[in-house]
Nanobody, 120 residues
Framework: QVQLVESGGGLVQAGGSLRLSCAAS????????MGWYRQAPGKQRELVAGFTSGGSTNYADSVKGRFTISRDNAKRTVYLQMNSLKSEDTAVYYC??????????????WGQGAQVTVSS
């Protein structure tokens, strides 16, 4: 069974830092794309940062220069380093991946979500 397991998150003061991790487990052929989304109360889920299938990265304008996405292919893990956190970064952060299963079909998977709360 393919799963995305997130870790990290928590409560931090404004200006502080946190790191999120997301590891893909189970048997599959490859990961086409992987990234992070977030959803604040009363708002739609939005892309924060991600790797495309071509390996390039993209970031939401609101986090450029503060957040950095990275990955360890051997560990099948993607990270989100969040610096200079602001109260408006408070949200539940979700890992997302397009994973090619053993059948050759690509499915989208979501992590369980990690709460990030930034106090001002």
């Amino acid at each position: 069974q393919v799963q995305l397991v997130e870790s990290g998150g928590g409560l931090v003061q404004a200006g502080g830092s946190l790191r999120l991790s997301c590891a893909a487990s189970g048997s599959f052929l490859s990961i086409n794309a992987m990234g992070w989304y977030r959803q604040a109360p009363g708002k739609q889920r939005e892309l924060v940062a991600g790797f495309t299938s071509g390996g390039s990265t993209n970031y939401a304008d609101s986090v450029k220069g503060r957040f950095t996405i990275s990955r360890d292919n051997a560990k099948r893990t993607v990270y989100l380093q969040m610096n200079s956190l602001k109260s408006e970064d408070t949200a539940v952060y979700y890992c997302n991946a397009a994973i090619v299963r053993l059948s050759g079909v690509t499915y989208a998977y979501w992590g369980q979500g990690a709460q990030v709360t930034v106090s001002s």
